[in-house]
């Protein structure tokens, strides 16, 4: 297939929900073609594909495809290529949000190794080689389509990259390296000019926090953030937004803190 999409594409991993729904309906607004993601949705949800629809119009089928994989899975992640190649034969972003916390929380003691394994394998193994692949595309492409192509690459990590949470962590392990992630690619990347970023949200309303509601509910109320509120999903999406429509365009490597000034040290 030699035939380019007419129009920009970005890959938003763990995609179904959330963040990185927020992050999709952004991208499809400024008018991103989008490959959705999920690792156990076997099917979009009709809503989800109404609001895909009311921002694409009529033809909107031709903007987007769902691909369920599993990002820790190299046959997965090469699906995730390959479906996207024959779809639109290109790729102009990447958002490495897929992620997920230990099925159980337990003290750092009694940490079994199956849930590092699986918690490590999805939150840091999958990103790392899926953008392994998928920056190898984007140098292609660089050559092919020349001054017309200017590609990102986004990781979502979390405040837990550099916060201790002793009842997790491999989640915290798994955000840490994140970090160095982004570091490494934007720095071999810078190359070929092709800028890696990170945004590390704080405490975002999301199903995966549903379970610690009342609890963050009263530590916000208490002053844990200094904006003393919820994130929400759209908080996220937003700085992708102003990442990809090159509103930081002397930045590669740079972590934003979406947090509600969480990361601010205060005495």
Request: glycine share 6%.
């Amino acid at each position: 297939m030699s035939n380019f999409s007419e129009y920009k594409v970005a890959c938003v991993t763990g995609s179904t929900h959330g963040i990185g729904k927020a992050i999709v309906l952004e991208l499809a607004k400024i008018g991103f073609s989008v490959v959705i993601n999920g690792a156990t949705t076997k099917r979009l949800p009709k809503n989800y594909i109404s609001e895909l629809k009311e921002i694409y119009g009529e033809r909107f089928e031709e903007r987007y495809i769902f691909i369920q994989s599993d990002v820790s899975k190299k046959e997965d992640r090469n699906k995730i290529i390959n479906i996207n190649r024959d779809t639109f034969n290109r790729i102009d972003v990447l958002v490495n949000n897929a992620g997920v916390a230990p099925k159980e929380r337990q003290d750092i003691l009694e940490t079994t190794e199956d849930s590092y394994d699986r918690v490590l394998a999805i939150n840091l193994k999958g990103p790392y080689f899926l953008t392994q692949l998928i920056a190898k595309w984007m140098i292609e492409l660089k050559n092919v389509l020349q001054e017309k192509y200017q590609p990102y690459i986004i990781n979502i990590s979390s405040l837990s990259r550099f916060t201790v949470s002793r009842n997790r962590g491999e989640y915290c392990i798994s955000k840490a390296g994140m970090t160095m992630m982004t570091k490494l690619f934007a720095e071999r990347l810078s190359d070929y000019e092709i800028p890696v970023f990170e945004i590390s949200p704080g405490i975002i309303d999301t199903p995966m926090t549903e379970k610690v509601h009342k609890k963050y509910d009263k530590l916000i109320n208490e002053g844990l953030t200094p904006i003393k509120r919820w994130g929400k999903p759209l908080d996220i999406a937003k700085p992708v937004i102003a990442i990809v429509s090159g509103l930081l365009p002397f930045s590669t490597g740079t972590v934003l803190d979406i947090d509600g000034g969480f990361h601010i040290r205060r005495l």
